[in-house]
């Protein structure tokens, strides 16, 4: 599923089925991060998460994005925000 892992900067990037991911990691629970239960912000390890698909002319299509707070995309793909959350934070 992890396509590469940068530990130093903790980001990671990667596939989830055809879906393509990179998502900014920190050491711990913070408040501007995801939280796994809710899916909003506060109290959680994801800083920044993006999810985008090719779409039929080849560019990149931004799904959903958070980044310190939802700016689109959270409720049109809830099923794969929730999905990938629960494994980037290892629950």
């Known amino acids: 599923m992890f ?3 940068f530990e130093q900067d ?5 596939h989830i089925g055809r879906y393509g991911f990179n998502a900014r990691l920190t050491r711990g629970p913070v408040s501007y991060g995801l939280n796994h239960r809710t899916l909003y912000k506060g109290d959680g390890r994801i800083a920044q998460l993006r999810i985008w698909r090719f779409d039929r002319t080849g560019e990149m ?3 959903a994005l958070y980044d310190r ?3 689109f995309g959270r409720l049109e793909n809830l099923h794969l925000v ?3 959350v629960q494994v980037l934070d290892g629950r």
């Open 82 to 84: 929730r999905r990938l």
């Open 69 to 71: 707070g939802w700016r």
């Open 61 to 63: 299509v931004t799904l």
């Open 10 to 14: 903790g980001v990671i990037a990667g």
């Open 3 to 5: 396509n590469r892992r």
